[in-house]
């Protein structure tokens, strides 16, 4: 029986209620049990889904939007893929990129479509899942990377390398999906087909046309105009913005939100914005992966799930093994050492955020059964939840290996990665907030004393300036956390703020001080009464604007009278 208060509430916010209190309380038992979230996130929506909640607080209201919150969860995720896509990256790992992801989407492709055709998919859907499956997860397997401490390493290299061509892949797969997906009251195939490529060939330009428009000449227009106002909530507001924009063009011209939402994360990504885009969007990829995963829940039948729960699990252990196996070889052939072949290979086994994606454009076109779809998309989940897991085995299986004997006789590549060392490659630098008359001096001089330093900045005309003359420099805001995680803050040997707004100092040494507790800190204050309140949070040395202003005063006032 629906709840009589329930009945005048807006559909989507009882989803999205129900949604957001029941993944913090699966958050908080998978953390006790050190699991990972991306997991509870999914079986989050799966009890959601199958509990009744929804039917008693909304019927079938609620239900129905259930496929406008994953359409929005896609949207905002493809629009975060396509900002930690960098194209300037790829010319430092293009051969791992080119051969690497060349190779394994290939093999992976046509594994799986024999796979798919021996199952009894026929026509486009051999092809669909055929990518579905050669897809991985690129956001799990280098945040694991990260969390092992492996970010640099050769295998962590060429999953970002098999990760960058699988990115460019499916922007072009996106581009010619519609043509794969069946258009209902065509009375003559053939003619029906070649009136959908027309159409779509228009319709592709237009938008690549508009697309290109928007990320050469009016996002940096826009960005540009915003930073100037100096107002953060207004450029936050204007990403956001634009990542709509693009995707409500994409959609209106039938190419889906989740490419134009894509292709504004990649407008931007290789922009002056950048980092600061990052500190201040990329925090809320939490809150878009959460949406994605759960709405991606909310589609699974437990009932079929349970019925099938056999197939479920070896569709997901055979997928993982065959993936692993290829990109071990290829990874071999690309003269990994072992060890790193093992991770790489472990790291792109599952299935990923894409393959989710297609499946849920896929499902409703008929290439398959509906227990086909819930067994590809529990399949899919289940092996993307296992993978954290199976690539922390990798590196002590990976040793216990070469002690063994594996690979003992393979000549080793070294761990230092090119781009790594170009793009985050700082050490023992000093790092300048704020480039004004005082930070434009400190930075000189440390120069002049041989010590590297990095000038972070929230004009963008110094901030263009200083990377044309090749000074290291982020556009961001020190008062976000992501910012001093892109400022090699664990390797710098001191922060100097060299603008005198308490508050925002305070807020930032707040975060040096919670990463770093032995860092020097110099700070600018321009009253005196800021001066404790800033040591009490940290700052090392406080110059105070009040009293160096005084004591000029007296020395001048001195000499005038003498």
Known sequence: ???????????????????????????????????????????????????????????????????????????????????????????????????????????????????????????????????????????????????????????????????????????????????????????????????????????????????????????????????????????????????????????MLDLGLALGAFVAGLAVSESIYKPRIVADVMPMKDLFLTLFFVSVGLMVDVRVAMENGFTILALTLAVMLAKGSLILGIALRLRLTHKQALMAGLGLSSAGEFSLVLLQKAGPAGFWSAETQQILIGSTALGMGLLPAVMRVGDPLGTWLEKKGWGRKKPRLPDSDTLRQRIKGLEDHAIIIGYGPVGERLNKSLQSQGITTLVIDLNAETARDLKRQGQPVLFADAAHEETWELSRLSTARLVAFTFPDAPIIAEAISIVRHQRSDIPILARARFASDVERLKRLGATAVINDELEAGRSMVDQAVVMQG
């Not at 406008?68 to 194209?87: H, R, Y």
């Not at 690497?100 to 992976?108: I, V």
């Not at 796979?115 to 956001?139: C, E, K, P």
């Not at 499916?170 to 070649?194: S, Y």
């Open 1 to 251: 029986m629906m709840f009589l208060a329930a009945a005048t509430l807006p559909p989507l916010f009882i989803l999205l209620a129900v949604m957001l209190m029941g993944v913090v309380l699966m958050s908080l038992l998978l953390l006790r049990l050190q699991q990972s979230l991306l997991a509870g996130y999914f079986l989050c929506g799966v009890v959601i889904a199958n509990s009744g909640i929804l039917n008693a607080l909304g019927g079938a209201a609620t239900q129905a939007g259930i496929s406008q919150m994953s359409e929005f969860g896609v949207m905002l995720l493809m629009f975060t893929l396509g900002l930690e896509l960098s194209l300037g990256e790829l010319k430092y790992v293009r051969r791992l990129a080119l051969m690497g992801g060349g190779w394994q989407m290939a093999l992976c492709m046509a594994v799986a479509a024999v796979g798919a055709w021996m199952a009894g998919i026929t026509g486009a859907g051999v092809l669909l899942l055929a990518v579905a499956l050669a897809m991985s997860s690129t956001a799990v397997s280098l945040k694991t990377f990260q969390d092992l401490g492996q970010e640099g390493s050769p295998g962590a290299r060429m999953s970002l390398a098999v990760a960058l061509f699988q990115d460019l892949f499916i922007i072009v797969f996106f581009l010619i999906l519609p043509l794969l997906l069946p258009e209902p009251g065509a009375a003559d195939a053939e003619q029906g087909m070649l009136a959908r490529v027309g159409s779509l060939a228009w319709r592709g330009a237009l938008f690549v046309v508009l697309a290109g428009a928007c990320a050469r000449w009016v996002i940096p227009a826009l960005l540009y105009a915003v930073t100037r106002t100096r107002n953060r909530e207004l450029f936050t507001l204007s990403v956001i913005g634009s990542c709509v924009g693009l995707a409500f063009i994409g959609g």
